[in-house]
C-alpha cells in the first residue's frame, strides 16, 4: 500500500492561497490520488482526485509532477470555513477490491 | 438525500459486550468499507466489501466481523469489546461505474468501550 506524509498542521488568513503537500514516494501505476477534507464530528468529504499533471474543480486544484511522488493540493483564497482537516489518499479502487490508504492529515487554520 | 446513514451516532459498551454498527446506503453502490478513526491516527480501514457476498480484511481487522448479504446494508460487528476499540468508526461507500470513484462517508458513530 502506498504510504503517504504531509504537514501535521498549518496555518494561513483569509484570503490567502493555500498549498498542501502530500509525498507519496511507494505510489503504484494504476494508483489515484484523491483529497478529502474533514470538518469536526462529520465524515471525510471528496475535494478532488487526479491521476496525473494538474486537476481543477470549483473548489481546489491538484498538482501532480511526472514522476506522481507528490502532489499538492491548492485552496485559493482560503476563509474561515476552510478550517478544517485535509486528507491525502493514494490508491486504487475499483476491480479487485479496497486498496486505500489514509494519510494522517493536515489540520489547516484559517485565521482572520 | 440521504446518502450514507450510520446508527447509532454514539454507544457506550462495557468490556466483553458485542454489537452491531449499522451502515446503509441508498445511492446503489457496490463498494462499502468501514473506517475508525483514533486520535492522531487518521482513518484506518477495517473491512471492505466490493458487492453482496463478498468481504475482505483491510489493515486492522482484528476483533470485528462484516457481513454484505445486500447492496445497501454493511454492518460491523464487535464480537466482544475491548477498551482498545473505543474509536469513531465511519462507513463509506462508492460507485464501481465510471472508473475510480471518489468515497462517500457517513457522519460516524462514536463508541466508547469501559
Known amino acids: 500500500l502506498a504510504k503517504t506524509t504531509q504537514p501535521i498542521s498549518m496555518d494561513s488568513y483569509e484570503g490567502q492561497e493555500v498549498n498542501i503537500t502530500c509525498s507519496h514516494n511507494n505510489i503504484a501505476t494504476n494508483d489515484y490520488i484523491t483529497w478529502y477534507q474533514q470538518f469536526p464530528s462529520q465524515g471525510p468529504r471528496f475535494i478532488i482526485q487526479g491521476y496525473k499533471t494538474k486537476v481543477t474543480n470549483e473548489v481546489a486544484s491538484l498538482f501532480i509532477p511526472a514522476d506522481r511522488k507528490s502532489s499538492t493540493l491548492s485552496l485559493p483564497r482560503v476563509s474561515l470555513s476552510d478550517t478544517a482537516v485535509y486528507y491525502c489518499l493514494v490508491g486504487l479502487f475499483t476491480g479487485g477490491g479496497n486498496k486505500l490508504t489514509f494519510g494522517t492529515g493536515t489540520q489547516l487554520k484559517v485565521e482572520l | 438525500n440521504a446518502g450514507v446513514t450510520q446508527t447509532p451516532k454514539f454507544q457506550v459498551l462495557k468490556t466483553g459486550q458485542s454489537m452491531t454498527l449499522q451502515c446503509a446506503q441508498d445511492m446503489n453502490h457496490e463498494y462499502m468499507s468501514w473506517y475508525r478513526q483514533d486520535p492522531g491516527m487518521g482513518l484506518r480501514l477495517i473491512h471492505y466489501?466490493?458487492?453482496?457476498?463478498?468481504?475482505d480484511q483491510g489493515e486492522v481487522p482484528n476483533g470485528y466481523n462484516v457481513s454484505r448479504s445486500t447492496t445497501e446494508d454493511f454492518p460491523l460487528r464487535l464480537l466482544s469489546a475491548a477498551p482498545s476499540q473505543t474509536s469513531v468508526y465511519f462507513c463509506a461507500s462508492s460507485s464501481r461505474t465510471g472508473g475510480n470513484q471518489p468515497q462517500h462517508f457517513g457522519d460516524g458513530t462514536r463508541l466508547s468501550i469501559l
Open positions: 466489501s466490493v458487492g453482496a457476498g463478498i468481504t
